[in-house]
């Protein structure tokens, strides 16, 4: 019997991007709508290594299951490394991925092609209920367009180009950007510390 993983999401796209990634792993992925009575966890963290690790063992204690949490967002350096942590919620506490992306090319309408770069990045930590949270980064380099483009993905998909292409996040296949994204860098480190708890949880 598959080993339950709780992700610390209710972010339906995240969950099948997540699936997609971990479909070989002996795992049932489970989010926050499949358990009742979960809290919201407030994301007030200075880093995205304290909101991932703070998320990870509030539900692993509240659940008892083995918790994976990310917390992830877009660091642009002509912004000064913003939106940052507050990438979801870089336009205002209800704003849609729409809103924050016009919000973004608002503040980089006069910025030259040559200093557009920018970077996603995820940190994931993982914890079991009793035990110490572990963390991994992924990275992924890249650019800002200056326009939108593509239909798929979510967030800033349709305004990043990763390096070495010349499509945005949103224009790539599912196998294609999870082989390069920031998640999907930070889920092939992660499966390590994962395989080590579900062996051991197995057994126990």
Same mark, same amino acid.
Request: some cysteine; hydrophobic content about 40%; proline content about 3%.
């Given at each position: 019997?598959?080993?339950?993983?709780?992700?610390?999401? @209710?972010?339906? +796209?995240?969950?099948?991007?997540?699936? !997609?990634?971990?479909?070989?792993?002996?795992?049932?992925?489970?989010?926050? /709508?499949?358990?009742?009575?979960?809290?919201?966890?407030?994301?007030?963290?200075?880093?995205?290594? /304290?909101?991932?690790?703070? +998320?990870?063992?509030?539900?692993?204690?509240?659940?008892?299951?083995?918790?994976?949490? /990310?917390?992830?967002?877009?660091?642009?350096?002509?912004?000064?490394?913003?939106?940052?942590?507050?990438?979801?919620?870089?336009?205002?506490?209800?704003?849609?991925?729409? /809103?924050?992306?016009?919000?973004?090319?608002?503040?980089? @309408?006069?910025?030259?092609?040559?200093?557009?770069?920018?970077?996603?990045?995820?940190?994931?930590?993982?914890?079991?209920?009793?035990?110490?949270?572990?963390?991994?980064?992924?990275?992924?380099?890249?650019?800002? @367009?200056?326009?939108?483009?593509?239909?798929?993905?979510?967030?800033?998909?349709?305004?990043?180009?990763?390096?070495?292409?010349?499509? !945005?996040?949103?224009?790539?296949?599912?196998?294609?950007?999870?082989?390069?994204?920031?998640?999907? +860098?930070?889920?092939?480190?992660?499966?390590?510390?994962?395989?080590?708890?579900?062996?051991?949880?197995?057994?126990?």
């Amino acid at each position: 019997m598959a080993q339950q993983l709780l992700i610390a999401t @209710r972010n339906s +796209k995240k969950k099948i991007e997540l699936q !997609t990634i971990v479909n070989a792993w002996d795992v049932k992925l489970l989010t926050m /709508d499949d358990i009742e009575d979960m809290p919201e966890v407030e994301e007030d963290g200075a880093t995205f290594v /304290d909101n991932a690790i703070k +998320k990870a063992r509030t539900m692993a204690q509240r659940s008892g299951i083995i918790t994976l949490a /990310d917390d992830s967002g877009l660091v642009v350096d002509a912004l000064g490394g913003a939106p940052g942590v507050y990438s979801a919620r870089f336009a205002g506490p209800k704003a849609n991925d729409d /809103d924050n992306n016009r919000k973004l090319l608002e503040l980089m @309408r006069d910025i030259a092609a040559e200093n557009r770069t920018a970077r996603f990045v995820c940190v994931i930590a993982i914890a079991s209920p009793a035990g110490p949270v572990e963390t991994v980064e992924g990275i992924c380099e890249g650019k800002i @367009r200056i326009a939108a483009q593509g239909r798929g993905g979510f967030g800033y998909d349709p305004l990043f180009i990763p390096a070495g292409f010349n499509k !945005t996040f949103a224009e790539l296949t599912d196998s294609e950007k999870n082989q390069i994204s920031h998640r999907g +860098k930070a889920l092939q480190e992660a499966q390590y510390i994962l395989q080590r708890l579900i062996g051991s949880e197995g057994k126990a």
